[in-house]
């Protein structure tokens, strides 16, 4: 079956970095476009980065243009997450998502926290 598994968020100070994973199993995951999707406390969940299968072409919030970047390493079928120069507004929860044969697949989330 399909699973995301996400790790390495973490709390860390205003300015600073973090680099999020996502393991993937139970598909093909060179034939998948991946995305990262963020949820705050009372909002919506907010999707953050994109890329494609091959990891040719990405795309971003504007809230995180810049300091993201969103890659992939098909050999370990993982999708990563660098976050750098970090914002109290960047805290949330982070999901893996991959949309595999039709149907939506999450992770369980990883917390990011940004306070000083």
């Known amino acids: 079956q399909v699973q995301l598994v996400e790790s390495g968020g973490g709390l860390v100070q205003p300015g600073g970095s973090l680099r999020l994973s996502c393991a993937a199993s139970?598909?093909?995951?060179?034939?998948?476009?991946m995305r990262w999707y963020r949820q705050a406390p009372g909002k919506e969940r907010e999707l953050v980065a994109t890329?494609?299968?091959?990891?040719?072409?990405?795309s971003y919030a504007d809230s995180v243009k810049g300091r993201f970047t969103i890659s992939r390493d098909n050999v370990k079928n993982t999708v990563y997450l660098q976050m750098n120069s970090l914002k109290p507004e960047d805290t949330a929860r982070y999901y893996c998502?991959?949309?595999?044969?039709?149907?939506?697949?999450w992770g369980q989330g990883t917390q990011v926290t940004v306070s000083s």
């Open positions: 139970g598909f093909t995951f060179s034939r998948y476009g």
């Open positions: 998502y991959a949309g595999v044969f039709s149907s939506p697949y």
């Open positions: 890329i494609t299968s091959t990891g040719g072409t990405t």
